[in-house]
């Protein structure tokens, strides 16, 4: 989670819907490596998160809009290797235009018929 909510994806555009590797940040390193102990560092990394996010709610949807767009596009970052953003493409490349025409068809079914299953359309907000 930290490495996805902290300054440099913030305000990098380089990290442009992307995450950061959390001992990388120079301002949470000690913190993160000093415990030797994966889960207390896994609860440490989301706390420093947690705060991260109260300190900053101007960048939420920032964020948000930049994980949601991240997460319709099959392209990788230019810096991939060209075997994993072709691979990427290819294979993420149809489902997504699956996804799209499918979306609205079956959402406004699921709503006409009062069916509960416009409820896994919800889900799509919460991939970011």
């Given at each position: 989670?930290?490495?996805s ?14 995450n950061?590797?959390?001992t ?13 102990n994966?889960?207390?560092?896994n ?16 960048k939420?949807?920032?964020l948000?809009?930049t ?15 060209l ?10 490349g ?6 799209t025409?499918g ?6 079914y699921?709503?006409?018929?009062n069916n509960?299953?416009?409820?896994i359309?919800l889900?799509?907000?919460t991939?970011?």
């Open positions: 989670m930290l490495g909510y902290n300054s440099v994806v913030a305000s990098d555009p380089l990290y442009y819907g992307y950061v590797w959390p990388l940040l120079p301002e949470y390193r000690e913190q993160i490596i000093a415990p030797n994966e889960v207390i560092r609860h440490v990394e989301t706390q420093l998160a947690i705060q991260w996010a109260r300190k900053h709610p101007e939420w949807w920032y948000v809009e994980r949601f767009r991240r997460s319709l596009t099959p392209f990788l970052e230019p810096r991939s290797p075997l994993y953003r072709v691979g990427m493409l290819v294979s993420w149809p489902i997504v235009v699956l996804l025409l979306f609205f068809p079956t959402a406004i699921f709503l006409r018929t509960p299953g416009w409820i359309h889900e799509c907000f991939l970011f």
